[in-house]
């Protein structure tokens, strides 16, 4: 990282100055400022938190004595409501602790008067443990969403469909609101995988889970049950409403000509059971009752939806 890299990273940073006094808020402000740090000062705890609640900071610089609420009580407050951390400084090191600032939620304690250099590396420090938080909640996100997605489709997998379907289910019981299932299988796939290799069937299957991702709704969510079965969970939806659903991934993935060879184009189908939930059904039968819905569709024909 050159020094230009550096000087906009560090002025990306914003931190908060909280203290009574005018002329240490400015001090601070200059030496923050000085350093590339974005800065702004509040004169209490109370002027502190209707800044936060406008405004985006990183770290936020509180003295402990102050009128009204104090820099401890200001620091439980940001902890419990912002996304800040706190350095807590004071000038009465015989009257407070570093563990007692730390119990309140503060990341770093300093005495008064801290010298400029000494601020500056407690307050990187206090940056770089945020930065490494920050990378290790984004990681451990991207662990939890390989867990529950399906690599091909970029659906969620059949082990987090069954959660998913067992929350909607004890929520359409609390709240006796309606809700649907889909479930829904490629017409002919394993002829096609034997005609044409896994490699091309893998290309149906991917392109089947961008229609379905194309066609959910904010509350809907898909899934790929297994194979080249697919289902999708439609909270607050009677079955009429998930059959027009369930017609619209169907005729937009029809509409897709497939070219497994050269000079060669296929139309795949594919064929939708729609079951509605019927309250006291357990989640073993309200599936069942989707996937026989699909075998009917396919029993027919294929290419077309059935409601259960």
Do not use: W
Not at 182 to 195: E, I, Q
């Amino acid at each position: 990282m050159d020094d230009r890299d550096k000087e906009k990273e560090t002025f990306s940073h914003r931190i908060l100055i909280v203290d009574d006094e005018e002329v240490i808020r400015a001090t601070l402000c200059q030496i923050m400022n000085h350093a590339g740090y974005q800065c702004s000062n509040a004169a209490s705890a109370k002027e502190a938190l209707q800044f936060l609640d406008h405004e985006k900071v990183d770290v936020v610089i509180t003295d402990i004595r102050m009128p009204g609420m104090n820099g401890f009580a200001l620091t439980e407050t940001i902890k419990q409501k912002h996304h800040a951390d706190v350095i807590i400084i004071t000038g009465y090191g015989g009257q407070f602790s570093y563990e007692e600032a730390m119990e309140k939620g503060a990341s770093d304690f300093a005495l008064k008067p801290v010298r400029p250099k000494e601020l500056i590396a407690r307050l990187r420090r206090v940056l770089r443990e945020r930065a490494l938080l920050a990378e290790r909640r984004r990681m451990e996100e991207q662990l939890r969403e390989l867990t529950v997605t399906d690599d091909l489709t970029r659906l969620h997998n059949s082990r987090h469909f069954f959660k998913m379907l067992q929350d909607e289910i004890d929520r359409a019981r609390r709240y006796h609101s309606p809700l649907s299932l889909l479930l829904m299988d490629v017409d002919g796939f394993k002829r096609f995988n034997d005609a044409y290799g896994h490699l091309e069937g893998d290309k149906v299957l991917s392109k089947l889970g961008e229609v379905i991702r194309d066609c959910l709704r904010t509350n809907d969510s898909g899934y790929r049950y297994g194979g080249d079965e697919f289902t999708v969970i439609l909270p607050v939806t009677r079955g009429q409403e998930a059959k027009k659903v369930a017609e619209r991934i169907r005729e937009q993935f029809e509409a897709v000509a497939f070219t497994p060879a050269e000079g060669i184009h296929v139309d795949a189908t594919i064929s939708v059971g729609i079951a509605e939930y019927q309250p006291d059904e357990g989640l073993t039968e309200f599936a069942k009752r989707a996937d026989e819905a699909m075998y009917n569709a396919k029993r027919q024909g294929g290419g077309q939806t059935v409601l259960a």
